[in-house]
């Protein structure tokens, strides 16, 4: 196990370099950014020139990366276009768009679930064709669409929640973005374990476990649970960074001052330092999602923790 | 060791004679798309403590679901029970609530199946998955469950159980996983053991093993020993009794050397001419002509009437009745005697 963590980590790092890179030089390399920093005046040459020696403009591409990315690794994002320190920016909305995508995963793994589990225990019946059909619709229908049906009705018209996310985006303003975020992967991930747990009430270790003459809660708990959610563990990993995607459209819908508003920010202002910042920041986190998943991938399914 | 709730072991003082178990005129069937599947029509067969029975057919006759209707494990639906019983120890246990059931199941009875890496729960260490028949049934602690896991492991001869207790079931091989099986059936001492077709999927070589294991632990535990196969060769050496089974009946049952010597149905003596012998190599082997019936269509009269040589017009009129022959054996077929005789 303490190997496979040491390769898992080592394997984020070339990820790592590489995506970040990309984002680099798709920033800072195409298009002037000193010329982009003035607007519509053109700056005295001297002035240029002074910038480009400060933020290393000169240098080739590669090495301007080595240098942003040895101050980031010192805790230094660089400046947004209205002097604010990066860091401050990525303080203030990252934990914002955490918290969306946090309570939208909460959502979907509970509820997304329980009605998986429950669905694939009465094939057939009306909850099972219920939650088929349900799911059916909510897939069908984009998310804004969603987004803005809900804020209408529940915020304006009937006015049960906030229709849009207050300052500092407290929990329980979160909850109706958070489920309108949360909808297409709850009925994905409802699916999934209905499929799974429909496919492993039918598998022989199961009817062992029976005719062992374990009581019925414990062949599902103890047997049949854990088998079927093995899929639906590596599909909730891989859909964190589906769900922080996400996150930034919900946070336009709601008027919530996340990642996404940042970044919007970032583009309209034209500053790269904002840009680069919030895109490693994300980065990290998509590859600590996908470590994790791994992990928990490999805990609950022997046959890869020994493969 | 405390047992709870465990079931009465005495027998009632009027059933002493009672077979260990008995089924009587066993009925199962299907409800599918394509109709009503019979797959058992009216199976008797009985088995004694410390005696095996062997069940023989081809495949889809039947035995499997004959077996999980014994214990209690057939998914019902699609699966029915219309007609019949089952004697556990005088006790019809198709009346029994699914509870008192339940405690028969891994306690007095236990089943081994074919596949034992499908059989085998794959997240789970070997070490929980004989535990847990301690820890259910009669409430150990953890720690002791485990202790007599490893006990379980070495009595069926699994090299290092101490430290292969916390494997997996994929880190074995096939033979050991059978073993596995086989200690988990043995862990309460059950009266009756039912192994479905357990080495069919082993190499040769291991085959041979397991089934000497397996003899020899019911001889040591005095165990009842259902020992289905569709294996005639794997018989000879460890049954007692042999009931054929055909298109979900009996249609032979004898003690296993009468049957060897002188089968009283043309449907075993087919399946005893298509057994590859070594004085006979290089002949081309013996088939019974034909494939075993659609069990939602099976032919009127006798079962096997359109694979049988030997089929009169009166075969496909009348089912025949299981006959007596001599005093522990019986055929269900309308020439038992000619088939005998030649
Ligand atoms: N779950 C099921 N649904 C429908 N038919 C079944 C089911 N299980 C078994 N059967 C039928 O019962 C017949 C007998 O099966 P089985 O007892 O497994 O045969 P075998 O003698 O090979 O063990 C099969 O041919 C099949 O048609
Ligand atoms: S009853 Fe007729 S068809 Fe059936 S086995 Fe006997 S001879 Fe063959
Ligand atoms: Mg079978």
Known sequence: ?307 | MTVIDDISDVPAPDAPLAPLLEVRDLHVEFHTRDGVAKAVNGVNYSVNAGETLAVLGESGSGKSVSAQAVMGILDMPPARIPKGEILFQGRDMLKMSGEERRKIRGRKIAMIFQDALSSLNPVLSVGYQLGEMYRVHQGLSRKDAKAKAIELMDRVRIPAAKERVGDYPHQFSGGMRQRIMIAMALALEPELIIADEPTTALDVTVQAQVMDLLAELQREYNMGLILITHDLGVVADVADKIAVMYAGRIVEDAPVHDIYAKPAHPYTKGLLQSIPRLDQKGQELYAIKGLPPNLTRIPSGCAFNPRCPMAQDVCRTDVPALHPVGTARGSACHFWKETLGE
């Open chain 1, 1 to 307: 196990m303490g190997r496979y963590v040491i390769r898992r980590l080592l394997q984020m790092v070339p990820v790592f370099i590489g995506t970040t890179l990309l984002i680099f030089v798709m920033v800072w390399g195409l298009g002037d950014p000193v010329a982009a920093m003035f607007g519509d005046r053109t700056p005295d040459p001297a002035t240029a020139a002074q910038i480009r020696l400060e933020f290393h403009l000169n240098d080739p591409l590669i090495q301007q990366y080595w240098i942003y990315m040895s101050h980031v690794f010192e805790g230094d994002f660089g400046k947004a276009w209205n002097q604010q320190p990066v860091t401050e920016l990525l303080k203030t909305a990252y934990p914002v768009t955490l918290r969306l995508t946090i309570v939208a995963f909460v959502i979907e793994a509970v509820i997304g679930v329980a009605l998986g589990v429950f669905a694939g225990l009465r094939r057939g019946r009306f909850f099972d064709t219920g939650v088929l059909a349900m799911t059916l619709i909510v897939v069908s229908i984009p998310t804004f669409v969603t987004g803005y049906v809900l804020q209408y009705f529940f915020g304006v018209k009937w006015s049960i929640v906030h229709p849009s996310v207050g300052e500092g985006a407290p929990f329980k303003d979160l909850l109706m973005p958070g489920l309108v975020l949360a909808g297409v992967s709850l009925a994905y991930v409802a699916r999934l374990t209905r499929t799974s747990v429909a496919e492993n009430t039918r598998a022989d270790y199961l009817r062992t476990a029976v005719a062992k003459g374990l009581p019925r809660r414990r062949v599902i708990v103890n047997h049949m649970l854990r088998n079927s959610l093995i899929p639906v563990v590596t599909f909730l990993g891989t859909d964190i960074g589906n769900l922080m995607a996400g996150a930034l459209v919900t946070e336009r819908i709601f008027n919530i001052h996340g990642v996404g508003y940042q970044i919007y920010q970032g583009i309209v202002h034209t500053s790269p330092a904002t840009v680069v910042g919030f895109v490693t920041i994300l980065v990290i986190i998509f590859l600590l999602a996908n470590l994790l998943v791994d992990l928990l991938y490999a805990v609950l399914d022997p046959r890869i923790r020994y493969a």
